[in-house]
């Protein structure tokens, strides 16, 4: 079970960090990510994070995310500094089974959490 919190509401240049608590199994072993969908748009990747901490960004947010994850309480984490309006979106943790996020599936997923940056 994955349980994300630390979303809300931010003005542009402010920061958030997401948290994604995980229960049921040991995550460190799979490629974990947060993805993101705001209203009218296709879900995207933000960050990826294999089993052997290789992280992935897209040039979108490249530079302003950073994904990191706490193996002593199972939790992934999400920095979002420099938030933009267009970083206004849905985000969700999701993990896939394979260790090394290459064209994952995303077997399991959180229930999301909301994030709004006003400019």
């Known amino acids: 079970q994955l349980v994300e919190s630390g979303g809300g509401s931010v003005q542009a240049g402010g920061s958030l960090r997401l948290s994604c608590a995980a229960s049921g199994d040991s995550y460190r072993r799979y490629c974990m990510g947060w993805l993101r969908q705001a209203p009218g748009k296709e879900r995207e990747a933000v960050a990826t994070?294999?089993?052997?901490?290789?992280?992935t960004y897209p040039d979108s947010v490249k530079g302003r995310f950073t994904i990191s994850r706490d193996d002593a309480d199972n939790t992934l984490y999400l920095q979002m500094n420099n938030l933009e309006p267009g970083d206004t979106a849905t985000y969700y943790c999701a993990a896939d089974t394979s260790r090394w996020c290459v064209l994952p599936t995303w077997n399991n997923w959180g229930q999301g959490t909301q994030v709004t940056v006003s400019s």
């Open positions: 994070i294999n089993a052997y901490d290789v992280t």
